[in-house]
T-cell receptor, first 116, second 112 residues
């Protein structure tokens, strides 16, 4: 079945640094990719939607200058958390879809980000 | 906001069928019903989806009411590994628009 790879799976870094998370669709072309954030014991919260070759659409309350999203190809999207602070610590999950309504989104295994 | 409502938690005995309900009373004609599950600290896993007809695959069955305002996910023989949070989602894909919002889901505990 379709596979989405997310890297890294776990990262710890100091406050003030920037962290890049990669999301790759391994066996299909992802016209649309989504980025979610999940806090403990809560559901997934959609941060932004990105279409290949165009700017990401951010959900209300998500700072676009803080969370930089690039979707440069049909198989790769990146999320960069700039100048990360402890409150940015969370579980970040990407998903990808071919853009057809009858085809599901496929999710990566998530990235556990801890900012010290 | 999520367009679905689910019970927050359910228990099921191992080996029995788990029936997870979902209400989506405002669903529109071109929206699909999708089910995912999330095991602790992993990304969500796709289970099944449907539009109008009932669907079955190797993981589960999906029963959609005739008016499409509700659906039930059935895990025919629940195992301990089926313990997870199950999310019911409605989704429409239009040109330049595709958004999937997760509600709180149902936390299913399969009990030995």
């Amino acid at each position: 079945g379709a596979v989405v790879s997310q890297h890294p799976s776990w990262v710890i870094c100091k406050s003030g640094t920037s962290v890049k998370i990669e999301c790759r669709s391994l066996d299909f072309q992802a016209t649309t990719m989504f980025w979610y954030r999940q806090f403990p014991k809560q559901s997934l919260m959609l941060m932004a939607t990105s279409n290949e070759g165009s700017k990401a659409t951010y959900e209300q309350g998500v700072e676009k200058d803080k969370f930089l999203i690039n979707h440069a190809s049909l198989t790769l999207s990146t999320l960069t958390v700039t100048s990360a602070h402890p409150e940015d610590s969370s579980f970040y999950i990407c998903s990808a879809t071919s853009g057809l309504q009858n085809q599901p989104q496929h999710f990566g295994d998530g990235t556990r980000l801890s900012i010290l | 906001d999520a367009k679905t409502t689910q019970p927050p938690s359910m228990d099921c005995a191992e080996g029995r069928a788990a029936n997870l309900p979902c209400n989506h009373s405002t669903i529109s004609g071109n929206e699909y019903v999708y089910w995912y599950r999330q095991i602790h600290s992993q990304g969500p896993q796709y289970i099944i989806h449907g539009l109008k007809n009932n669907e079955t695959n190797e993981m589960a069955s999906l029963i959609i009411t005739e008016d499409r305002k509700s659906s039930t996910l059935i895990l025919p023989h629940a195992t301990l590994r089926d313990t997870a949070v199950y999310y019911c989602i409605v989704r429409v894909v239009k040109t330049s628009y595709d958004k999937v919002i997760f509600g709180p889901g149902t936390s299913l505990s399969v009990i030995p």
